[in-house]
């Protein structure tokens, strides 16, 4: 179990640190697009570890006889699925409803969306 | 068939939600029942919308494909975010909107992709053109050997990805 509580320490070190990452990159970064990078992704990646963190206690105890514990490892990899699903997904969403309602990327090098009409 | 698979899958998921309530296996004897039933319901009600025309998704290798894939794309995600990361803390950016062609033809695939490049950060699928099957991603950083030929290469952006998606679902 010793060995398990210092990894599980490990990860839940890794996930704090790019969600911490991801609300610094909110308040830095200039525009809405860059604003997603940082809001949406680093937290996802934060995310992923901080549910791994609670599998590998959950199916931990498991291991060890706790069956009541095995609803709260199978619900932590459902919400990885869902959240990977749904957080690329409401991204795109998001973005897609910037552009069209005319938010200009700043600093932009290029812009192939640009002369694109709306349709 | 198709209504075999959506009860199936309904089952699995219900099972899994339940999972740990009972001493038959991990599950109880009432679990188990109602589960079947709603599967039966779920299945008869939704098994031309789970399902459409195209049986593909069917095929064994197609899900061990995905399964693999899995890794490359944890590592490209690792990787990407500790550069993102990077950008946070400096500040260095270069942003622009790029189009792409990744010649994939079914929406699952393409759906795969976007999603694979909106998960790996730097990288954010903003449109797409359903004639042409392009994607418009903006890109945190970029790459200016990238802006200078029109179609633009896809590589620096998501690597092999398309070739994954097109293996998966094409």
Not at chain 1, 48 to 66: D, E, N, S
Not at chain 1, 90 to 119: C, F, M, Q, T, Y
Not at chain 2, 61 to 90: E, G, S
Request: net charge positive.
């Amino acid at each position: 179990m010793a060995a398990l509580n210092i990894v599980t320490y490990i990860f839940i070190g890794i996930g704090l640190f790019f969600n911490l990452i991801g609300v610094v990159g909110l308040h830095r970064f200039p525009d809405m697009y860059t604003k997603l990078h940082a809001a949406t992704k680093c937290t996802t990646f934060g995310s992923i570890f901080l549910i791994m963190a609670v599998i590998m206690q959950a199916a931990g105890i498991w291991a060890q006889g706790g069956t009541s514990q095995s609803v709260m490892c199978v619900h932590a990899v459902l919400v990885l699925v869902a959240l990977l699903v749904t957080n690329a997904t409401g991204a795109h969403a998001i973005a897609r409803a910037a552009h069209r309602s005319g938010e200009k990327p700043a600093r932009a090098v290029v812009d192939d969306l640009g002369g694109k009409e709306n349709d | 068939m198709k209504f075999l698979i959506t009860t199936a899958v309904a089952y699995v998921v219900y099972l899994l939600l339940t999972i740990g309530s009972g001493t038959v296996f991990l599950w109880s004897n009432a679990e188990l029942i109602i589960g079947a039933v709603f599967a039966v319901v779920v299945g008869a009600l939704l098994k031309n919308r789970f399902i459409g025309k195209d049986l593909r998704m069917l095929n064994p290798v197609r899900w061990f494909t995905f399964l693999v894939y899995l890794f490359p794309l944890f590592f490209a995600m690792a990787k990407a975010n500790v550069d993102v990361a990077y950008r946070v803390i400096t500040g260095r950016i270069n942003p622009a909107i790029v189009k792409i062609n990744p010649n994939l033809k079914t929406d699952l695939s393409l759906t795969i992709l976007a999603n694979s490049i909106t998960l790996t950060p730097g990288t954010l699928s903003v449109d797409v053109d359903e004639k042409t099957n392009e994607l418009y991603v903006h890109w945190i950083n970029v790459d200016p050997e990238v802006l200078k030929d029109m179609p633009r290469d896809y590589h620096p952006i998501c690597h092999n990805f398309p070739d994954w998606a097109r293996r998966i679902a094409g």
